[in-house]
């Protein structure tokens, strides 16, 4: 078997580095972008007592030794949103992080177990402001890159058109002609929908699943051609970290930005309730425990600092995705300076 030439060789470097210089360029232009806005940058630590409770999310643990020999388990974080709601809680009020941050289970042409994470918060700001710091980064970033389209797979979008603003049961009914406000909570009927729309569907999938199989299936890829498309109002369910819409208590203060059919962005009205919140960390630690036999801890601290938390809205933004899509890279591993090493490799 011939192995692939590493990412290091010169060959491979010099096809890679006019992407690298693209990405030095955006990052400057982000940099400016939140410092133009009156925004702080901070540094977040990776090392956390809990890396997140969503069920999907797949986290890297490791173990911390004490003086005394005592060891505790720790895990690197998959995003530095609970750190970013701590330093709100003492008082900032805009802050942004690049962070660096660590999934398991995920690596493919938009999926790395290390990336980069765009993350803000403004606190006593709607969520309809982030709508347009993703509209300013967007153009901000093509600029930097010198062009004036975004790329991915044939697909073409104008980074400086305005957004189109679509909720979720509008896309569903557009593009899986299914009527998803009708089958809130009706796991056997949207089976039957899915079913019908070619999907296929096991016995165990709950209804977050089979939401997810058909967003992903038939509706993201025709998200955000020609122009953004801003996602909004997630069932409840689907948005663990975010406040109830003050509309409709069956839609949560949540939506996602889509470029060329990926999704680049997810944002929330902040949840600040911490009984709240408990209760639905601990819902998604007892699925992520039927679904793959284990569960995180909860972060006793950040529910503490939740409390004290003021009304904040917040987004993370993968940065990777944002300079892939700005050079039209074809892998993520193209815009990284030092991609993680297969097994074999």
């Known amino acids: 078997m011939t192995l692939a030439s590493p990412w290091w060789a010169r060959d491979v470097y010099a096809d890679r580095k006019p992407f690298l210089k693209a990405r030095g360029a955006i990052t400057a232009a982000t940099r400016r972008f939140f410092?133009?806005?009156?925004?702080?940058?901070?540094?977040?630590?990776?090392?956390?007592?809990?890396?997140?409770?969503?069920?999907?999310?797949?986290?890297?643990?490791?173990?911390?030794?004490?003086?005394?020999g005592a060891r505790s388990r720790l895990y690197l974080h998959t995003s530095p949103e609970f750190s970013c709601k701590k330093l709100l809680a003492a008082g900032e009020e805009r802050i942004f992080a690049l962070a660096r941050v660590f999934r398991n289970r995920e690596r493919s042409a938009l999926h790395h177990p290390e990336f980069t994470m765009l993350e803000w918060y403004r606190a006593g700001e709607p969520t309809l402001r982030l709508y347009e710091d993703c509209a300013g980064l967007l153009a901000a970033a093509a600029r930097a890159a010198g062009v004036s389209d975004f790329t991915w797979r044939g697909r073409v979008c104008d980074p400086f058109a305005e957004p189109e603003i679509v909720t979720v049961c509008e896309a569903f009914a557009a593009h899986a002609s299914i009527d998803l406000e009708a089958l809130l909570g009706d796991r056997d009927g949207l089976a039957r929908a899915a079913a019908r729309d070619g999907i296929r569907v096991s016995e165990d999938d709950s209804w977050s699943d089979l939401f997810s199989k058909i967003l992903s299936e038939k509706v993201e890829g025709r998200l955000g051609g020609e122009r953004p498309t801003i996602l909004t109002d997630y069932p409840v369910s689907e948005a663990a970290l975010a406040r109830v819409s003050d509309d409709d208590p069956r839609f949560a203060d949540r939506f996602e930005l889509y470029i060329c059919g990926v999704e680049v962005a997810n944002g929330f009205g902040e949840l600040t309730d911490p009984e709240e919140q408990r209760r639905r960390f601990e819902a998604q630690m007892t699925e992520k425990a039927r679904v793959y036999g284990e569960r995180y801890p909860i972060d006793e601290d950040f529910l503490r600092a939740l409390a004290a938390m003021p009304a904040a809205s917040g987004a993370a933004l993968g940065f990777d995705r944002l300079v892939m899509l700005a050079t039209g890279a074809e892998r993520i591993e193209q815009v990284l300076w030092c991609p993680v090493a297969e097994q074999g490799s």
């Open 35 to 68: 410092a133009a806005e009156g925004f702080t940058e901070v540094e977040t630590a990776a090392l956390q007592i809990s890396p997140g409770n969503e069920t999907h999310l797949s986290a890297f643990a490791t173990e911390l030794i004490g003086q005394d």
